[in-house]
Structures are given as structure tokens and as C-alpha cells.
């Protein structure tokens, strides 16, 4: 009986010695997709040739006349047993050929193919990653070669990040042609419908890449996984040539739009040390209740790069693809994605279904949720109060890092509550702005229920605003225009400052960074604040109350339902979030004195020094009892710190080696509006609340990153441009409050120049310098 060894793609079944390129072309052609012509040679030929290569070439050459054209030209690929799985992807390890003519030209290529399992290279490669005894096996596919005008891949999702972007390398021709005139690709890059990349000047039409990204989608989606596939378009028709799924590198996708809301800015090694120490096992308390994994290494999910804060965000981006969900999951929920007529809904998938049980037990966790937080924070806060009292001793250093262990263990649970409030808080605000975006509202025109009276006990702004209206709301709009108040309005304002610092004392440029100077211990600070003439709330655009939305009976039962929701979560985030800046702020209180104390020894030069020093670092001190000079150490950290302080800084690394840094500003930027509006003015560019003297009427304030104690400012601005930010970051709900337009996340916005005339626009995201 002759044996019989090649068989056709398109029929209905695979032989299962076929190989696994051979099994995703025929998962091609059963989707009904235009595929070229292909058979393949099954791997039983390869063995057969071994054992008498003159009888198995025989039988090929015989069963090749009834299906190859000498006029046609035909590309031979390989097809191994493990190639293109999804596991290995044998990239380059084995030979392929193009552009074949005639049956003995084919053979010829087979035989090299086959050849290919026996290559130092492959084997090097098989030893290192597959277990002792497994055998490779070889098969071949012939497919006919397309006269392509344009050829190229297209992915489905990032090979090298794993975001959902589809992306197109399209050029002139063949493949193999481009690389041998090297030419470079054409880019190509969608992300949910919208395109964020294309070539300035191509051949290929647009129309064309919107074909390729439609079909590739829908492949993918049969495919059940994300796909690499090779296309070739002969003017007529779009052919796929081959799909395979995309493998992932395993290295850290490390991005800080995220960290630039949460820890923003330059971070000092200590605050780092702190911090992490603090929120990453928070984190991983979160991700171990979402999946039931207990291998979470809190060090992996952050990343420090030229002293910035930078999320894992692989990591998480697993996570929720175990959901069913997109893998940017978390920046869809902080508001931080641009839309797209395809941007998806935070609906989770089948992937769910597994982990059921587990999420449902974690969604009951939040039933009365807002009553447990009125208890945490009355517990927690009488906690800090008497901690704070038994604070104002003279306690030895080692006194003073037990009281950072208190502080740190008071503030566990408080952390946690602030994670978690904030992600509920900016789940239910997306699903209220995709219910009332139906009836064409705009959710940052709604105003949430308790908003006014959270901003009332929250925003100092209101009180500042009172306290110069008492003191000098007399006076002309310039500062030195005020009368001298008499000796005893001074001391009237002074127990009035008193006061204000009792509720607002805790802030500082950042809640999230211990290092920060808290307003109680710049008094004179808030004087000339309050000596500032104010503006209140700006009212030029109307905020629309719920009860005036037109939205029909039965919707509106349900959109009423996640508008109390969202509000109420939105006031709890205010709360929680206050109460983590006051607890959180008394490690300050602790590094100051054990600072104060190490200066004494000499140590170190200045008591703020202490936060040049790592967590570790510092307990060393006091473990070895010896008082080893650190002074080189902070210097050199200083100016290491310094040189990368105006560094513009990638939005994603890839891996954990620092990559190079942009040194200049782009004459257009662009970002994520967050509060509706058009407007031009001068640039004022701030780093800290103790810059506000420079905010003059009419400024585009232009911030690094916001906290409540920055909110003085927006009351003189014009429009509001922040590096970090998302839909509900601070200074995008200041913005909105005060009714002027806001742009977030806008990289390399601080490196523009003071004085220089921005064009802000508040609905699309640009930024652009006049």
C-alpha cells in the first residue's frame, strides 16, 4: 500500500500530523477567510526520508504533479510539531523559502526544511526549554505565492506590551523585498477604533488598514486569543497567509499614569520605603481576594525609576484578563483611556464564571460599607489623636521607630479603605456616564449629591476664602493695598489661622509624601494666603441637577439608583481620603525628630536628610549602635535626585533597566479632558503650594500632580494643565467645581516655559503653545 503524504488545507479535516502552522491556516480557511492555495507535507515524509530519502522524494514528486503549476511561483514553510503554539514560537529557528518554482525547486526547499530540526541552533534552543525526551516533528506547507501590492502583519494586541491596540506594518510588495531594500514598515495603530498612530504619507489606503484591523479583530475573536497574522493584498483581494497566537514576553510592563495620581512626583528613598511598605501589600491583599492567588510578591508590583513611582502594570493587567475584562482594566476605572467608538465597557467576561463564588463573597464585603467607614474613621481618628498626644514628649530615637511601627499598623486598614473606595468611587462614575451619555448628558456637568457640603468641610479654599473676606475684605486687589490690621485683629486672626490649622494643618503638597512640609508648620504660609485676595467659585458654566435630567421612568429608576451611589461613594472618597492624610502625615512628626537626633551625632547635615535614607538603611543605624557618617551618601543621592527633577519620563517601560530620558517640550501636547472649556492665557508652571504668590487672574496653572492642599490655587486660574490626573483626580474635580477646563495627564506639561501663551482645550485634550 503507497503511502500518502500530502493533503490539502480547505478539506474539512487536518490530519494530525500537520503541524501547528499547518493547523492555524486551516483555521483560516474554516472561518471563511481568502487564503492562498496550501497544502501540507505531514510529518511522517520527514521520518520516512531518514530511513530511504530516494523512495519518500519519489512518492512526493508523484503526489506534487497534481497540484503544483510550473507557472506558478509558491512559498514552503515549516510546520513543527510545537512551531507557532502559542508556548514557542521557534521564531527564525527554522529555513522557509519564497518565491519557489517547479516541483524539483520545491522538493529541494523541503528537504532544507526538514534539515532544520537538526541545526545547532534549534537544538540549542530545544535542550533549554523542553523537558529531556520530547521529539520535534517536522511538517511542511506549500501555499501559493500572492502578487502582492502590499503585504505585511498585523497584530491584534501589542506583542511587546500586551495593550489592546491593533497593530499594522504594511509595505510595498512583499515582505521579503522590503527587508532586502530596507525599507521600513508603514505603522498602523488602533486602539479601540481610534486611531493614535499612522504614517504621515503611505500608499496603502486608510480604508485598507480599517479592512485589515476589522477582519483581524473578528479572526482573533474566533481565535480565542490574541493573534499575529501575515496579510497580502494583490489590489482586489485581502488574502491571510498564516495566524499565530502572540506570545508574551515575560518582562515588567512597568507604566506611572496610574502612580502619578497616587504617589506623585520625585520621591525620596525613604518615602518610598514607607510607602511601599504600606501600599503594596494593600494591593496584594486586593489582587489575592480577586483571583485566590496567593503568590503575589509585593515587590513586583512596583517599579523605581529615576526616584518615580511606577506600577506593574502587567500584572494587573492579568488579573483582570482572568476576569474576562481588558487588560487596562484599572486606567479604564481612573479614567485615564481616551475614548473610542470601540472602547469597552467594564462588563467582565466568561472568564468569570470560574471565580464566581470567590467574587461574590468579595462583593458582599461592601454591603454597609459606608457605615463601616463612619466607624473607621471615628476609631482611627480618636487613634491618631491619642497617638499624636503621646507624640509631644522627648522619646529616644528607638522610642520614635516604635511610634512609626504605630502609625504604620494604625494605617494598614485606612489604606486599604482608600484603594478601595476610590476604584468603587470611579467604577460607579463610569457606569453613571455611560447611562447618561444615552440621553446626550454629560457626566462632568452632573452635579453628585453631597458634593457642595463635602467641599465645604474638605476644601480650604472655603474657608480661606471667609477668613480674608473677614480680615481683608476691605482691601484693594493687590496684596499691599490692605490696610495693617490693628494688634488686636492680629491676634483675632492668628487664633483664627490656629483653627484652621487644627482641620487643615495635615496638608502639604502631597498627602501621599511624608517628606512634604505640612501647612502646620508654615503658619506664616496661610497668613499671606489668606492676606491674597480670593475669588470664590467660579459660576460661569451651569451644573445640571439630577431631578432636571430628562431621561424616561423606567431608565431613570436605575440611573437614579448608581447616581446616589456614586455620590454617596464620592463623598466617602473625600472623607477616607482625608483621614489617610492625617494618619499618614504623622510619620513625618517621628522622621523629623529621629532626623533632629542624627544631626546631634553627626550624622547627617540637616534634620531632612533622613529622608535621603532608605527604610532599611535607617534601622541599621540604630541596630549596629554606631554612628557611621551618611552625609556622602544623602549628598551624592541629592544630586542624583536634582539632575532628574525636570526629566520628562516615559509613560511605559518595558523591563527594569532605566531607560533614556526626553529632554525637551513638543510645541503640541496632548492629554485627557477632564473638564469641559476653551481657553488661552499665559503658562504659570507650579511645583508646590508655596509658589501660589506667582498665580496671577487669568494664568494657565500648569501642575506636576494635585492634593487638596493645592486647591488655593485653581481660584485664580484660567484653565488647569496636570502632568498626572484622571476623571476623578483632584484637579479635575476642582476644575470642575470651579467651572474652568481642565487636561490630565499631560506629559513633559511642566517643562513649558512661564509666560508662554497656552491654548488649552477642555474637549478634545490639546494642549498647544501659541
Keep these: 500500500m503507497s503511502r500518502h503524504y500530502i493533503y490539502s488545507l480547505s478539506s474539512r479535516r487536518l490530519h494530525p500530523y500537520a503541524g501547528s502552522k499547518a493547523a ?88 532544507t526544511v526538514w534539515a532544520s530540526l537538526e541545526s545547532p541552533e534549534f537544538k540549542a534552543y530545544w535542550n533549554c526549554i523542553m523537558p529531556e525526551g520530547t521529539v520535534p516533528r517536522m511538517a511542511v506547507i506549500i501555499q501559493e505565492m500572492v502578487q502582492a501590492q502590499f503585504s505585511g502583519v498585523v497584530f491584534t494586541k501589542n506583542p511587546v506590551t500586551g495593550l489592546s491596540e491593533t497593530i499594522i506594518e504594511a509595505g510595498t510588495g512583499l515582505g521579503e523585498s522590503q527587508i532586502q531594500e530596507h525599507r521600513d514598515p508603514d505603522r498602523w495603530v488602533s486602539k479601540w477604533g481610534k486611531w493614535t498612530q499612522k504614517p504621515v504619507e503611505s500608499g496603502m489606503k486608510e480604508s485598507l488598514a480599517r479592512e485589515i484591523i476589522e477582519q483581524a479583530t473578528i479572526i482573533a475573536r474566533k481565535y480565542q486569543r490574541p493573534a499575529d497574522l501575515e496579510w497580502a493584498w494583490d489590489g482586489e483581494k485581502l488574502y491571510f497567509l498564516q495566524v499565530r497566537p502572540i506570545t508574551r514576553l515575560d518582562i515588567p510592563v512597568y507604566s506611572n499614569r496610574i502612580a502619578r495620581e497616587m504617589l506623585p512626583g520625585v520621591i525620596k528613598p525613604l518615602v518610598w520605603s514607607i510607602n511601599t511598605r504600606l501600599i503594596n501589600p494593600t494591593w496584594v491583599k486586593i489582587l489575592t481576594k480577586l483571583t485566590g492567588d496567593h503568590s503575589w510578591e509585593p515587590d513586583s508590583l512596583t517599579g523605581y525609576f529615576y526616584n518615580r513611582a511606577y506600577f506593574n502594570m502587567g500584572i494587573f493587567a492579568r488579573v483582570f484578563e482572568r476576569l ?47 457605615h463601616r467607614l463612619q466607624r473607621l474613621v471615628r476609631n482611627k481618628k480618636n487613634a491618631y489623636e491619642n497617638l499624636i498626644a503621646s507624640m509631644k514628649t522627648d522619646l529616644t530615637p528607638e522610642e520614635w521607630l516604635q511610634k512609626v511601627s504605630v502609625i504604620f499598623h494604625e494605617t494598614q486598614e485606612v489604606a486599604y479603605y482608600n484603594i478601595i473606595i476610590p476604584l468603587l468611587a470611579m467604577m460607579h462614575y463610569q457606569m453613571l456616564a455611560a447611562l447618561l451619555k444615552q440621553y446626550g448628558y454629560d457626566v462632568r456637568m452632573l452635579e453628585l449629591e453631597g458634593s457642595r457640603e463635602a467641599a465645604l468641610k474638605y476644601n480650604p479654599q472655603h474657608t480661606l476664602h471667609a477668613l480674608h473676606e473677614c480680615y481683608f475684605g476691605h482691601s484693594g486687589d493687590e496684596p499691599g493695598d490692605a490696610d495693617p490690621l490693628s494688634a488686636e485683629q492680629e491676634a483675632c486672626l492668628k487664633r483664627d489661622i490656629d483653627m484652621f490649622l487644627e482641620a487643615f494643618g495635615h496638608f502639604s503638597d502631597s498627602g501621599n509624601d511624608c517628606s512634604s512640609i505640612p501647612w ?232 513649558i516655559e512661564d509666560g508662554v501663551q497656552v491654548s488649552v482645550n477642555g474637549y478634545t485634550g490639546d494642549v498647544v503653545l501659541i
Design 24 to 111: 492555524n491556516i486551516h483555521f483560516l480557511l474554516r472561518q471563511g477567510k481568502v487564503v492562498p492555495n496550501s497544502w501540507v507535507i505531514i510529518w511522517t515524509a520527514c521520518e520516512d526520508h531518514k530511513k530511504d530519502s530516494q523512495l519518500t522524494l519519489n512518492t512526493l514528486r508523484k503526489e506534487l504533479i497534481k497540484y503544483i503549476d510550473p507557472m506558478k511561483l509558491y512559498a514552503v514553510r515549516s510546520s513543527a510539531s510545537v512551531e507557532d503554539s502559542g508556548d514557542f514560537s521557534c521564531a527564525g529557528l527554522f529555513k522557509s523559502f519564497l518565491q519557489v518554482q517547479e516541483i524539483e525547486n520545491i522538493l529541494n526547499s523541503v528537504v
Design 324 to 370: 474576562g475584562m481588558p487588560g487596562e482594566a484599572l486606567e479604564l476605572l481612573f479614567g485615564l483611556e481616551q475614548d473610542g467608538p470601540e472602547k469597552p465597557h467594564m462588563h467582565p467576561g466568561f472568564g468569570i464564571i470560574p471565580r464566581l463564588p470567590r467574587l461574590i463573597v468579595f462583593a458582599l464585603s461592601f454591603i454597609g460599607v459606608h
Design 520 to 751: 502646620r508648620e508654615t503658619p506664616e504660609l496661610i497668613r499671606r494666603m489668606i492676606a491674597r485676595p480670593q475669588q470664590a467659585v467660579k459660576t460661569v458654566q451651569k451644573t445640571i441637577c439630577f431631578e432636571d435630567l430628562k431621561i424616561p421612568w423606567m431608565r431613570r429608576i436605575t440611573t437614579s439608583i448608581i447616581y446616589r451611589r456614586t455620590s454617596r461613594l464620592t463623598v466617602s472618597r473625600e472623607e477616607i481620603s482625608s483621614l489617610y492624610t492625617y494618619g499618614y502625615g504623622q510619620f513625618r512628626t517621628c522622621f523629623i525628630k529621629i532626623g533632629e537626633q542624627l544631626v546631634a551625632r553627626g550624622i547627617i547635615d540637616d534634620r531632612e536628610d533622613i529622608y535621603y535614607l532608605h527604610w532599611d538603611e535607617l534601622i541599621k543605624l540604630f541596630e549596629n549602635l554606631q554612628s557611621v557618617p551618611q552625609q556622602d551618601l544623602v549628598s551624592s543621592r541629592q544630586r542624583s535626585m536634582e539632575s532628574y527633577r525636570n526629566a520628562v519620563l516615559p509613560d511605559m517601560i518595558l523591563g527594569s533597566e532605566q531607560p533614556p530620558v526626553m529632554d525637551s517640550v513638543q510645541y503640541s501636547l496632548r492629554g485627557i479632558p477632564t473638564s469641559l472649556g476653551a481657553y488661552s492665557g499665559p503658562a504659570r508652571v507650579i511645583q508646590g503650594i508655596n509658589e501660589f504668590e506667582k498665580v496671577q487672574d487669568g494664568d494657565v496653572l500648569i501642575i506636576p500632580f494635585s492634593d487638596v492642599g493645592w486647591t488655593p490655587l485653581f481660584s485664580k486660574a484660567g484653565a488647569v494643565v496636570s502632568e498626572s490626573g484622571g476623571m476623578l483626580s483632584h484637579s479635575s474635580i476642582v476644575a470642575r467645581e470651579y467651572r474652568i477646563p481642565a487636561v490630565v495627564s499631560v506629559a513633559g506639561a511642566c517643562r
